[in-house]
């Protein structure tokens, strides 16, 4: 398929460019410090099961987003940019065959540097006589992996829809703050707000709680403490009756639809743009 000669052009571009190399890196160094920290407790011994993948978790559900992001915004409008798109385009190539190529390239890149992350921090706290719960750590090692696949959707989508670098770059940034700092929240609360008066009720209605947890973060959260509720964790333990939109298949549904979503829409505007 053509996409995937795209995707390992983009690969290939990463490596050569030393962006691989960048955040792998990164990720590295704060993995494994989040590791060297949290592997020992402050009596001296070693971190009980789950502290460290819980740490990790949590460290990934901020870093990742902001790696994928960032590292995502300007592949499909900094090659309109510099003229190489048409280029491409001239060859047996598809519009659609771009997205898809970018979003598989780039996805490969933020999935590496997520391994080469949490394996530096797999070693650093076994050698610091950590219990390492390999079950949640795995875990969330692909769950990390998945919700940094949905803001390199998000941000190809971003880089899809618009003309120059600087309002992609804009945009994926304002995505990653909408998104992992619950700004969100305020966008039902505010229509809320209006359709109630301008004023709020003394509750909130269901439809609110709804579009609150359609956020992909909360969801991965939401996937994280129903799954995985005996251990150490960031995320507010869920009641023992959760409502739908805090269950796992509602979560997974929110992901897949963030996952999927942004391509599509940003497919599609790029498919009418003229170049």
């Not at 960032?70 to 003229?83: I, K, L, N």
């Not at 898809?100 to 590496?112: C, D, I, N, P, Q």
């Not at 966008?187 to 709020?200: H, K, R, S, T």
């Not at 964790?233 to 942004?262: D, E, I, K, N």
Request: proline letters at 6%.
């Amino acid at each position: 398929m053509s996409w995937r000669l795209v995707a390992r052009k983009d690969v290939a571009d990463a490596i050569r460019q030393y962006h691989l190399h960048l955040t792998g890196v990164v990720a590295v160094l704060l993995f494994g410090g989040t590791a060297y920290v949290t592997s020992r407790t402050f009596e001296g011994i070693g971190a009980p099961p789950g502290a460290v993948a819980g740490a990790l978790a949590t460290l990934g559900t901020f870093l990742v987003p902001l790696l994928a992001a960032g590292f995502s915004q300007g592949d499909v409008v900094g090659m309109r940019e510099r003229g190489d798109l048409k280029l491409l385009l001239g060859l047996p190539f598809a519009r659609r065959d771009v997205i898809l190529g970018s979003v598989a390239g780039r996805t490969v890149v933020v999935w590496a540097s997520v391994l080469f992350g949490v394996g530096a921090a797999t070693l650093v706290a076994l050698a610091r006589g950590a219990n390492v719960a390999f079950d949640f750590l795995l875990f969330a090692t692909g769950m990390i992996g998945v919700i940094g696949a949905v803001f390199v959707a998000i941000a190809i989508g971003i880089s899809a829809s618009v003309s120059t670098e600087t309002r992609a770059g804009a945009l994926a940034i304002a995505a990653y703050f909408l998104f992992v700092f619950q700004l969100w929240n305020a966008i039902p609360m505010a229509a809320l707000w209006a359709v109630n008066g301008f004023a709020l009720p003394p509750s909130s209605p269901t439809w609110v709680d709804v579009v609150i947890n359609c956020n992909p973060v909360l969801a991965l959260w939401n996937v994280f403490a129903a799954v995985l509720p005996g251990n150490p964790s960031f995320v507010a333990r869920l009641p023992s009756t959760p409502p739908v939109y805090r269950t796992v298949p509602f979560a997974v549904g929110v992901l897949a639809a963030w996952l999927v979503g942004p391509v599509a829409l940003g497919a599609r505007r790029f498919d009418r743009t003229d170049l």
